[in-house]
């Protein structure tokens, strides 16, 4: 009993079935530390316009929390990729198992849909409102201490993918969608 009241604070540890697919997107979101954003290139021609990938330290949550499924970011507007967002907040953000000892252990090369990987797209956003700041500062900051030292003369800002479409691959038969509704109603 003690245990499963344990596992339920502690938020889960294994990989939910591969058919709850909503489930495994959570589980992937909040197993992640960090992950890999593309924008559209605001940079001069002639890669601008075009895709451009960067890694962004994320967290959804404090680490084995239940998590909220939002991925949160620190951002300043001196990062490349943030200067693309100033010009089209349109981004996809990718996760992936491979970023945890998971895939590894189980013999599953990155590309294969084995190893679970996520794919949203959305908005990126600059966190406004109060409590909600709060929250994405404890997610990022717990998993990410080194963010409490940097400059504070960048002007750094709590931000967060607004998701609008989301896609897993867990399994084979291709790749899945999930709306927005089931991802946050999902228990990960
Ligand atoms: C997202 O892209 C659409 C289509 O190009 C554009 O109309 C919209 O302004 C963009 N949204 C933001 C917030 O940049
Ligand atoms: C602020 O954000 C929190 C967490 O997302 C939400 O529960 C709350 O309703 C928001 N408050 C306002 C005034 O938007
Ligand atoms: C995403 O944006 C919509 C429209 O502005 C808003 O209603 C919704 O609460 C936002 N979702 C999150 C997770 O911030």
């Keep these: 009993m003690w245990f ?3 596992l339920g604070v502690a938020g889960a540890t ?7 697919v909503a489930r495994v997107a959570r589980f992937v979101a ?11 290139s605001a940079q001069d021609p ?5 895709p451009f990938a960067n890694v962004f330290s994320v967290s959804d949550g404090p680490p084995r929390s239940r998590g909220s499924g939002v991925p949160y970011m620190y951002l ?3 990062e490349v990729s943030v200067r693309d967002l100033q010009m089209d907040a349109n981004a996809s953000l990718t996760m992936s198992l491979a970023q945890t000892s998971y895939c590894k252990k189980q013999g599953y090369d990155p590309q294969s849909p084995l190893c679970a990987h996520v794919i949203f797209s959305g908005i990126v956003e600059k966190v406004q409102n109060g409590t909600e700041a709060d929250f994405a500062k404890k997610a990022l900051f717990s998993r990410h201490p080194e963010m409490a030292t940097w400059p504070p003369d960048h002007n750094w800002f709590f931000a967060k993918l607004n998701i609008t479409n989301i896609w897993v691959l867990d399994y084979f038969g291709g790749i899945k969608t999930v709306t927005p509704q089931e991802y946050f109603n999902a228990a990960p």
Excluded: K, N, Y
Excluded at 14 to 20: A, G, L, M, N, R
Excluded at 30 to 40: K, N, P, Q, R, V
């Design 4 to 6: 499963l009241l344990l």
């Design 76 to 78: 300043t507007a001196l």
């Design 46 to 50: 002639p890669v601008r316009g075009q």
């Design 30 to 40: 909040h197993s992640c530390d960090w992950g890999a954003l593309a924008t559209l």
């Design 14 to 20: 294994e990989i939910p079935p591969h058919e709850d």
